[in-house]
């Protein structure tokens, strides 16, 4: 998966930073997710309905229950597949951009250029402490369907400080150059199209 990531680098573009997420964190991330309690208690309903449908009404109910324990299912496959996710996600920063794939069955391999970006965010939850991991979380200029910003997540890294010190500065440096090119800086920036020079 990083070979078919690091065919979208450009051949002028230097790799600064590449990696993973730490895999305990991330599974046990998708063990405990959001809908596990929803998972939960939808189970625990529809077993009582279950019991209680025994008997002459069971071939209604099996058939019944099994299409209604949707989300039960849905949340029983997010676990069983994050191992296949965990195997399709990663993470590259070159000079120019940031770099992601992420999927369980289709790839999706994403590049946001430090032009894009807008913010950069640093975020722990309780199991990124407890595996001393971090997220660096970018917001993007663009926006979703639901008209919230687009943001991407650099996950459950060991080194999350130095990649988050490093986006920043990088994301800070290129809008710079943006905003004052052809030489209105000091005479290090020779112009937006120029090699970064950090």
């Known amino acids: 998966m990083v070979e078919e990531l690091k065919s979208m680098i450009g051949t002028d573009e230097t790799i600064l930073y590449e990696g993973k997420p730490d895999k305990k964190c991330f599974i046990m ?7 596990l309690p929803v998972a939960i208690i939808w189970a625990v309903i529809d077993m009582g309905f279950l019991g209680i449908g025994m008997g002459s009404m069971q ?8 299409v209604h324990m949707m989300p039960v299912w849905i949340y029983l496959s997010g676990v069983i597949f994050s191992f296949r996710k ?24 994403e590049a946001k250029t430090f032009a894009e970006l807008s913010r950069v965010n640093l975020h722990r939850g309780i199991f990124d402490q407890i595996f001393n991991v971090g997220d660096v ?4 200029n663009q926006f979703t369907k639901k008209n919230m910003p687009a943001v991407l997540g650099i996950n459950s890294i060991s080194n999350y400080t130095e990649v988050y010190q490093m986006v920043k500065k990088l994301q800070k440096d290129i809008y710079s150059d943006i905003m004052y090119p052809n030489d209105l800086r000091p005479e290090e920036n020779h112009g937006y199209r120029t090699k970064y020079r950090g």
Do not use: K, W
């Open 86 to 109: 965990y195997r399709n996600t990663c993470y590259i920063v070159t000079d120019h951009a940031v770099y992601l794939s992420r999927g369980i069955f289709a790839m999706n391999l």
């Open 137 to 140: 979380q970018i917001t993007t």
């Open 29 to 35: 991330e998708s063990i405990f997710n959001p809908l």
């Open 59 to 66: 071939f209604f109910m099996i058939p019944f229950l099994m």
